[in-house]
């Protein structure tokens, strides 16, 4: 795969990501029921509203609006071919795409916690983190497609 195409599909993927995350945001700051609540497993309001759905009182939703928003900013600037060197000597496309990959590895790392909660902790499983959690999987996939391809590029 080319890749300018990958990183296209790593913004669409981190664009639904923001998407997601807005809406559990959303529910997070309202009273208002989720779509998705199926039965007492299967319940995003649940999950948002309990006592796990922040982290040093910041919603773990806001924390994956910027998230997602970083994972798309990040491919979008290479995608528009900006130089880094001028930025910073020591950058290159090189380092950013493994900074990128790393990024992506700590934002899986970070939603396996979340599952972990939700499935031993809370004992509700939230399809919309679900959701997240599969693009933040396939995130990690791509990102990690792209840094071999700079890697083998630079050598």
Avoid: W
């Amino acid at each position: 795969m080319k890749k300018k195409t990958t990183l296209i599909i790593l913004i669409i993927l981190a664009i639904l990501g923001v998407l997601t995350s807005a809406y559990l945001a959303y529910l997070h700051y309202t009273l208002v029921d989720s779509v998705c609540d199926f039965n007492a497993q299967f319940s995003c309001t649940t999950i948002n509203r309990s006592a796990y759905a922040k982290i040093f009182d910041i919603p773990v939703s806001i924390l994956g609006v910027f998230g997602y928003f970083l994972l798309a900013i990040i491919p979008f600037l290479l995608i528009k071919k900006v130089n880094f060197k001028k930025i910073n000597t020591f950058l290159s496309n090189r380092l950013i795409s493994k900074g990128y990959f790393l990024l992506s590895l700590a934002a899986f790392i970070f939603s396996l916690y979340l599952t972990g909660l939700e499935l031993k902790v809370i004992g509700v499983i939230c399809p919309l983190c679900l959701i997240s959690q599969i693009l933040i999987l396939f995130i990690l996939f791509f990102s990690y497609n792209i840094y071999k391809t700079e890697v083998k590029n630079e050598n």
